[in-house]
């Protein structure tokens, strides 16, 4: 007798009776969601077969384990644990959004976020054939979206809300006394970039390196006592703050999101500094006409990634709109990619799903090219810096106190389905996700970090002769 059990299509009764009724011949059909499953798990574990040739990869499941690759003596050794098998269904039709989901979901476990994402980097090319027609429909289709729409003023907003009018409690849990949502520079005062895993972190390591990277910026763009900066992307009044109190510089300072401009006015006063700083809920492509030539500097650290590569002419036209005719400095810093992996139409991925919807990163020619044709030549490239090697520490220090400090009760008010334990649990998951993904997307050079500073024509440098 056939047994249903045993993934049979038909099942009989014992019953020793010649005749039986209609009930006692029943037709068990398949779970589709089953059979599904089992195509893509098939799938997965055959690509993986030809597409781990660096590292090594040992995958357990229900089913058994397996082993992709080869053990090296300090070599990437990776043990994933498949704990639901909707694991391999995201795989195959989201590749790595499809693990940044299952692992949110604790549909997987891994010995190290930081060695997987090693893995899936250092075998690349072999992993893009995970990739089905479904997905590289999709992938096209949010591309163009995001190319096209995503960047409208009125998305602009909505992403903001997304993205930054979270709980500022979160934010001072795991940033640094400045708040500073963005690369540090390290020097050997704090052990270099490296440091961290060297000697260990140190107090005060990442407020060090974050108020460097303020003053690095500021006087890359050659302020004075008396000079008028104008800021996009105000963050929590970081840089206006050190702008105004050390430099003496009054900063006008623009953001969408309404957490952020609160808190940022609440340390601005706290500092003394309402008077000489002001914080605009504004697009930036709304600046009224009396910015008009009133700016000595311009700066914008890491808010670009939020313009979109079709208004990068429109946004630095603005910026040579603002900016005095000479002797005046614009400094824009940004997460980029390399140019050979630069395009303006990116698809929804991890960061564009779950962290900054619609962003798009941009590249440092892309940058350069649009600030020549949207001044129309009115600036000269002064400086270009890849900060790339800095940003994994600040990632790991972000990281560590994240775990130290965030806790289920601290949040809850500002996140009321975080009472939920598994839902909490996702919370701090995607966030020790994000820390591991961008880390070790910029420790392999998958994603750059450029500042890019930018001169009036014929401003003069440095005394040199």
């Known amino acids: 007798m056939l047994n249903a059990a045993n993934s049979s299509a038909l099942t009989f009764s014992s019953t020793p009776n010649f005749y039986r009724s209609p009930s006692s011949l029943s037709i068990v059909l398949p779970n589709p969601k089953t059979i599904i499953s089992s195509y893509a798990r098939s799938s997965v574990l055959a690509v993986m077969e030809k597409a781990i040739t660096r590292g090594h990869l040992t995958v357990a499941d229900s089913e058994g384990v397996h082993h992709f690759g080869t053990r090296s003596k300090g070599g990437n050794d990776v043990y994933l644990k498949v704990i639901n098998t909707d694991f391999w269904m995201r795989i195959l039709f989201s590749q790595d959004l499809g693990f940044s989901e299952a692992y949110m979901m604790g549909d997987v476990e891994v010995d190290s976020l930081k060695a997987v994402m090693d893995l899936w980097l250092d075998n690349e090319s072999g992993m893009d054939n995970l990739s089905s027609a479904v997905?590289?429909?999709?992938?096209?289709?949010?591309?163009?979206?995001?190319?096209?729409?995503?960047?409208?003023?009125?998305?602009?907003?909505?992403?903001?809300?997304?993205?930054?009018?979270?709980?500022?409690?979160?934010?001072?849990?795991?940033?640094?006394?400045?708040?500073?949502?963005?690369?540090?520079?390290?020097?050997?005062?704090?052990?270099?970039?490296?440091?961290?895993?060297?000697?260990?972190?140190?107090?005060?390591?990442?407020?060090?390196?974050?108020?460097?990277?303020?003053?690095?910026?500021?006087?890359?763009?050659?302020?004075?006592?008396?000079?008028?900066?104008?800021?996009?992307?105000?963050?929590?009044?970081?840089?206006?703050?050190?702008?105004?109190?050390?430099?003496?510089?009054?900063?006008?300072?623009?953001?969408?999101?309404?957490?952020?401009?609160?808190?940022?006015?609440?340390?601005?006063?706290?500092?003394?500094?309402?008077?000489?700083?002001?914080?605009?809920?504004?697009?930036?492509?709304?600046?009224?006409?009396?910015?008009?030539?009133?700016?000595?500097?311009?700066?914008?650290?890491?808010?670009?990634?939020?313009?979109?590569?079709?208004?990068?002419?429109?946004?630095?036209?603005?910026?040579?709109?603002?900016?005095?005719?000479?002797?005046?400095?614009?400094?824009?810093?940004?997460?980029?990619?390399?140019?050979?992996?630069?395009?303006?139409?990116?698809?929804?991925?991890?960061?564009?799903k779950y962290m900054w919807p619609n962003s798009c990163l941009p590249s440092a020619t892309a940058l350069i090219t649009a600030a020549n044709t949207g001044s129309e030549g009115r600036f000269t490239l002064e400086g270009v810096e890849n900060h790339a090697a800095h940003y994994p520490r600040t990632l790991r220090e972000w990281g560590r106190r994240l775990d130290a400090n965030v806790r289920q009760d601290l949040i809850v008010k500002d996140y009321p389905s975080l009472?939920?334990?598994?839902?909490?649990?996702?919370?701090?998951?995607?966030?020790?996700?994000?820390?591991?993904?961008?880390?070790?997307?910029?420790?392999?050079?998958?994603?750059?970090?450029?500042?890019?500073?930018?001169?009036?024509?014929?401003?003069?440098?440095?005394t040199c002769d």
């Open 419 to 462: 009472k939920d334990n598994a839902e909490f649990d996702a919370f701090r998951r995607k966030w020790q996700y994000l820390f591991a993904y961008a880390g070790a997307g910029f420790a392999k050079g998958y994603i750059t970090c450029h500042m890019i500073t930018f001169t009036r024509p014929n401003d003069c440098p440095a």
């Open 135 to 352: 997905s590289r429909v999709t992938s096209a289709i949010s591309g163009l979206s995001n190319a096209f729409l995503g960047q409208t003023r009125s998305k602009a907003r909505l992403n903001a809300i997304a993205s930054y009018d979270q709980s500022n409690e979160l934010f001072k849990a795991f940033l640094s006394q400045e708040m500073m949502y963005s690369c540090a520079l390290w020097t050997e005062a704090e052990g270099g970039v490296r440091g961290d895993l060297i000697s260990g972190p140190t107090p005060g390591d990442l407020e060090a390196a974050q108020l460097r990277k303020i003053r690095h910026v500021l006087s890359a763009a050659k302020v004075k006592p008396g000079d008028r900066i104008l800021e996009f992307g105000s963050g929590w009044g970081g840089m206006a703050i050190e702008a105004a109190r050390t430099f003496g510089c009054e900063v006008d300072t623009l953001t969408l999101s309404k957490e952020q401009k609160a808190l940022a006015e609440e340390r601005i006063k706290a500092a003394g500094l309402q008077d000489v700083i002001r914080v605009h809920l504004m697009d930036y492509r709304e600046i009224p006409p009396s910015f008009e030539k009133a700016f000595d500097a311009f700066i914008s650290i890491e808010m670009l990634e939020h313009v979109g590569s079709k208004h990068y002419h429109d946004y630095f036209k603005l910026v040579d709109f603002a900016l005095k005719s000479s002797n005046a400095t614009a400094v824009v810093s940004a997460s980029s990619f390399p140019e050979s992996r630069y395009s303006g139409y990116q698809p929804e991925d991890f960061m564009r």
